[in-house]
């Protein structure tokens, strides 16, 4: 499957209803974990742009695929 940015994607954990119905419960953490090795700072650039409401991004900064 590809995203609209060109990427490959994979599977969805949950589905689209269940997420949905579940935006508001404060026991569940949305984390957008988009990352481009070739561009680290694109998946931060995207959540920026537009995430699902609630979702946060964990790699603000950096190259999580480096050692430093």
Sequence with gaps: MKTKE???TMA???SHE?????LSDETIRIVD???WLGDPAKGA???REDHIPG?????ETGDP????
Excluded: N, T
């Design 6 to 8: 060109g990427g490959e």
């Design 12 to 14: 969805s954990l949950v």
């Design 18 to 22: 269940w997420l949905l119905a579940h």
């Design 33 to 35: 974990c988009r990352f």
């Design 45 to 47: 650039s995207l959540y």
């Design 55 to 59: 979702a946060v991004y964990p790699i």
């Design 65 to 68: 695929s480096s050692d430093a």
